[in-house]
């Protein structure tokens, strides 16, 4: 049974980068997409991107300067940067696993982190 | 970007009742559809992908249908521990859009 652990900074000032890792437990990197997903009251549930087991990403536009995720599968975890962030980045963050099959589908989530950036 | 609207908003039931909620897409998503369910303080819950197929470990009162833009997820008969909030998410084209979410409550 895979396990997502989330950890990284809860309290950021305007402009810092926002760090989140999510560590794998009992499961393989093969064969899955590992995505971020953001919920703020104003903003509903946001996807803002993935990487493949090849190092492969993809982001929302709506972030792709900003946003940058990586993979290291030697310590089973991957990775958020969220660079110059601002108020309107204050949300719960979700890391997720999405089975590389014909259906894109978050099928195990981690826990969430919540993020506030208050200068 | 695929916009995704849910109906209603939210919902006022009571156990027993069956309940449908309706997620429209702004063009077609054939069935790259799926369903959450996410309760107060806690992750979403996948409980349909493909427009209708079961999570595993999903109960079955739980079920999807449609397909094009106007897709649906029934709940047969409520139990208790559905009151949660919903919400439809589409899988047709990146970026993936979520609805804005159904909080359906005990009447």
């Known amino acids: 049974q895979v396990q997502l652990q989330q950890w990284g900074a809860g309290l950021l000032k305007p402009s810092e980068t926002l760090s989140l890792t999510c560590d794998v437990h009992?499961?393989?990197?093969?064969?899955?997409?590992w995505s971020w997903i953001r919920q703020s009251p104003g903003q509903g549930l946001e996807w803002m991107g993935e990487?493949?087991?090849?190092?492969?990403?993809n982001y929302n536009p709506s972030l792709k300067s900003r946003v940058a995720i990586s993979l290291d599968m030697s310590k089973s975890q991957f990775s958020l940067n969220l660079s110059s962030v601002t108020a309107a980045d204050t949300a719960v963050y979700y890391c997720?696993?999405?089975?590389?099959?014909?259906?894109?589908?978050?099928?195990?989530w981690g826990e969430g982190t919540t993020v506030i950036v208050s200068s | 970007d695929i916009q995704m609207t849910q109906s209603p908003s939210s919902l006022s039931a009571s156990i027993g009742d069956r309940v449908t909620i309706t997620c429209r897409a702004s063009?077609?998503?054939?069935?790259?559809l799926n369903w959450y369910q996410q309760r107060p303080g806690k992750a979403p819950k996948l409980l349909i992908y493909?427009?209708?197929s079961l999570q595993s470990g999903v109960p079955s009162r739980f079920s999807g249908s449609g397909s094009g833009t106007e897709l649906t997820l029934t709940i047969s008969s409520l139990e208790a521990e559905d009151f949660a909030t919903y919400y439809c998410?589409?899988?047709?084209?990146?970026?993936?859009?979520f609805g804005q979410g159904t909080k359906l409550e005990i009447k």
């Open positions: 997720a696993r999405v089975p590389a099959s014909f259906y894109y589908y978050m099928d195990v």
């Open positions: 009992g499961g393989s990197f093969s064969g899955y997409f």
């Open positions: 990487i493949n087991q090849s190092g492969s990403t």
């Open positions: 063009q077609s998503i054939s069935r790259f």
């Open positions: 493909g427009a209708s």
């Open positions: 998410q589409q899988s047709y084209s990146s970026p993936r859009t």
